[in-house]
């Protein structure tokens, strides 16, 4: 069984930072693509960035040059540093990852829990 957990969500003021962790466990044979999505009220789950096993990237328009994806492949671990926060940063952040078992079955996606990220003063 594969679980994806998150940290380090919380309430931060305009400008600020938060750094984002999201591991990987149980029975893993590879792990492709990972990345982070977002949710605010009211609105559709957006692709916030996503990163490659080999370290490409990619990321939606409005958070380019303020945040930051990054992996650690021993760790199965995937990373979102979040620079000069803005109040339409704050939504629930969920990490996806697309996670091969065994080689019958394929990769599949998998989500984490998700984490509250508030930008307010």
């Known amino acids: 069984q594969v679980q994806l957990v998150e940290s380090g969500g919380g309430l931060v003021q305009p400008g600020g930072s938060l750094r984002l962790s999201c591991a990987a466990s149980?029975?893993?044979?590879?792990?492709?693509?990972m990345g982070w999505y977002r949710q605010a009220p009211g609105k559709q789950r957006e692709l916030v960035a996503a990163?490659?096993?080999?370290?490409?990237?990619n990321y939606v328009d409005s958070v380019k040059g303020r945040f930051t994806i990054s992996r650690d492949n021993a760790k199965n671990t995937v990373y979102l540093q979040m620079n000069s926060l803005k109040p339409e940063d704050t939504a629930v952040y969920y990490c996806?990852?697309?996670?091969?078992?065994?080689?019958?079955?394929?990769?599949?996606?998998?989500w984490g829990q998700g984490t509250q990220v508030t930008v307010s003063s």
């Open positions: 996806n990852a697309a996670i091969m078992v065994s080689v019958v079955r394929g990769p599949y996606a998998y």
């Open positions: 149980g029975t893993i044979l590879s792990i492709g693509a």
């Open positions: 990163i490659t096993p080999g370290g490409s990237t």
